[in-house]
């Protein structure tokens, strides 16, 4: 990976294209936002390998997140709340509950901010 420095943002060469950052939300992502991403993403793919390996029949799933920030430290990431909504037909709330516990200690995003960023995880099933 590469990173240049331009006046207001940093373009990071990555393997699939240029990604720009920036505290400017017109000009780029924001660093919290690749961080919050980063933490979805993993935790989320993780999930989804999980339940399709037991076959469960989730026809969408997605996540939403909420993020608390310390203002009085730099406006640190303290909390990242993530709610991963599920629709399917037959799904089981405590299998699916067991599969977030196991996700969460197999995603290296997680694991890498742990101590350091609370990572809380909840769970909206709806069965169709």
Do not use: W
Request: net charge positive.
């Amino acid at each position: 990976m590469e990173y240049l420095f331009k006046e207001n943002s940093v373009e990071a060469s990555l393997n699939h294209g240029t990604l720009t950052v920036s505290r400017d939300e017109k000009i780029g992502f924001r660093p919290y936002e690749l961080l919050v991403s980063s933490i979805a993403g993993c935790s989320g793919s993780v999930f989804k390998q999980i339940f399709e390996k037991q076959r469960m029949d989730v026809k969408e799933f997605k996540i939403t997140t909420k993020v608390e920030r310390n203002e009085k430290k730099a406006n640190r990431i303290e909390k990242i709340i993530l709610t991963f909504h599920l629709k399917g037909t037959n799904l089981n709330e405590e299998k699916l509950r067991k599969n977030l516990t196991i996700s969460q200690k197999n995603c290296s995003m997680v694991q890498s901010v742990q101590g350091a960023i609370t990572i809380e995880e909840n769970l909206e099933i709806q069965n169709v």
